[in-house]
């Protein structure tokens, strides 16, 4: 009967729908809309046995969500494939994705919030051989959107556990692995002009190669990854002839109750494009993290850091520390502090701007581009954040955590315009679990600032009944110049694989950032539905 079981297929899935009926709101710049109604929907079936895999994904976003570009608009069958399972490997024909390493020269994910799919399709193979190697080998065009680019992607990737060679490594709780990955870009030339006569002889052929290191000793984890790009003449880059790379060192430690990382990367002219003459989060083949904490607070996140692929120094360090119960700064319940700063800053170049028409500057379109120093800092600071949270359990039912943060967030780098905003930032958050069914919980945070807009205040109330219900009310304030409102009622509901929320929102323009990816949501006004459901 174990055996049967095991054969036997098995089918599963998902839907997601998310709906906007948009209001016009001149106020914060909400337009109207043709529409009566915007949503994106996917459904996805996948189905599984004990040797063959298969699935695929169907779309319908014909009047996509705002924020969305238009050649998202569309619907149809977006992703399939079919996986063949044996013991020490699977092959994949149709759309997959992949990572190589921390995804210096390859990452292919998706990200519905930020209207990411950059699937691979074709075929993928991933093979373990012998114990402690493992190999991976792919070839397939990109998905954009609705079309795939003309550009063939190829690449392998090997990663050596020498712990499982050497027994007595891994006797001390020791764990090294080493790793190399290639990437080959084909992609065929173009008419790209230097001046009205001159175009570029283009590079049909951009290879990447990524190298990698890591070591975990008792609580030590350390990672060092280097990676490297040849001549990628692209939009990003005003078609420069500069090879590039990236070098990342990153080390972290931790024990019951103490936690430390300490990590550091500088990137040079790593922009990586299936496309070489795209622009935005469409045709990326690599990413580049941003070595930013990813803020869940509403005020904490209004001035998201993007990347900036072609070349910046970044750091972080955290610092966590938990004080015991029944002590001094513990007290009842124990307390948890952490302290987290980040730096982005520009690398140096040694650059001549060329004019190439009236009025028209390139900085070294068709040539070798800039020299760039490795230690060597540019002038300008593209981010800075420094932030304190306490976590602290006042008693059975209740708990605290408390927030401050100074943020420099140089707009016109990230942005195009705005300048350098300095910010500080408090934020209180409390829980109150009022019996076994009501827990109420409750933000208040500030914004100070002089720049931009000037100061936000944000509030939230949310009340969750279980097992089934949340009801969260918020209104984010800008005090400074609009004095406009930016409040959402919403109601929540849950039972078994099923969830709905209704709300109805003013919400700003801003951007919307996932580690160091970015996207515009322009301002709206309406009511929102959105459903999900596994099987």
Not at 492 to 512: E, K, P, S
Request: contains cysteine; aromatic residues 14%.
């Amino acid at each position: 009967m174990a055996q049967e079981a095991k054969e036997r297929a098995t089918l599963s899935g998902s839907i997601q729908a998310d709906a906007l009926v948009p209001q016009e709101d001149e106020a914060i710049g909400a337009p109207k809309y043709d529409e009566w109604a915007l949503a994106n929907t996917y459904a996805d079936l996948r189905l599984q046995s004990r040797y063959v895999d298969a699935g695929a994904r169907l779309e319908w976003n014909q009047f996509p969500l705002p924020g969305y570009e238009q050649d998202f608009k569309g619907w149809g069958l977006a992703n399939f494939y079919a996986r063949a399972r044996w013991k020490n490997g699977a092959v994949t024909l149709g759309d997959f994705y992949e990572q190589f390493g921390s995804g210096f020269i390859l990452r292919s994910y998706e990200e519905r919030s930020l209207g990411v799919d950059n699937s691979l399709r074709g075929v993928h193979l991933a093979w373990n051989p012998y114990r402690g190697i493992a190999l991976k080998v792919l070839s397939g065009r990109q998905r954009r959107y609705w079309e795939h680019n003309e550009a063939w992607v190829s690449g392998a990737d090997a990663e050596l556990s020498l712990d499982e060679w050497v027994p007595k490594l891994a006797q001390h709780n020791t764990y090294l692995a080493l790793g190399g990955s290639y990437v080959n870009k084909y992609e065929e030339d173009e008419d790209i002009f230097v001046d009205v006569t001159h175009s570029l002889n283009l590079p049909k052929v951009v290879q990447a190669f990524d190298v990698r290191a890591r070591l975990q000793t008792g609580g030590w984890n350390l990672l060092a990854e280097y990676a490297h790009k040849s001549q990628d003449p692209s939009y990003d880059n005003d078609y420069i002839y500069r090879p590039g790379y990236v070098a990342m060192l990153s080390g972290s430690y931790s024990k019951r109750g103490l936690s430390i990382l300490l990590q550091a990367k500088r990137s040079d002219n790593m922009s990586f494009r299936s496309r070489r003459a795209m622009s935005g989060t469409s045709s990326m083949l690599n990413h580049l993290p941003a070595f930013t904490l990813d803020h869940t607070y509403a005020l904490a996140a209004l001035y998201p850091y993007a990347t900036n692929a072609n070349g910046e120094w970044a750091y972080q360090a955290e610092f966590g520390y938990n004080f015991k119960r029944r002590t001094a700064l513990g007290g009842k319940y124990g307390t948890t502090v952490k302290v987290n700063f980040s730096h982005v800053h520009a690398i140096e170049r040694n650059e001549r701007p060329l004019e190439i028409s009236p009025g028209q500057i390139s900085y070294s379109r068709g040539t070798n581009g800039y020299g760039s120093p490795f230690w060597k800092w540019g002038d300008e600071t593209y981010y800075q954040d420094l932030n304190v949270q306490i976590d602290k359990k006042i008693t059975a039912d209740w708990k605290l955590n408390l927030m401050y943060m100074y943020q420099r967030y140089n707009k016109t780098a990230v942005e195009g315009e705005g300048g350098m905003i300095n910010s500080h930032i408090i934020i209180g958050e409390a829980k109150w679990r009022i019996n076994r069914t009501l827990t109420l919980r409750g933000e208040a945070q500030y914004l100070f600032t002089p720049d931009d807009e000037g100061d936000w205040a944000f509030g939230l109330l949310e009340l969750s009944v279980n097992p089934h219900w949340m009801f969260t009310v918020s209104d984010m304030y800008n005090a400074g110049t609009t004095h406009n409102h930016y409040y959402q009622a919403s109601a929540t509901y849950n039972v078994g694989a099923h969830r709905i929320q209704a709300a109805y929102a003013r919400t700003r323009a801003g951007f919307n950032c996932t580690g160091g990816v970015c996207r515009w949501i322009p301002a709206t006004r309406g009511f929102t539905l959105s459903y999900n459901f596994n099987f």
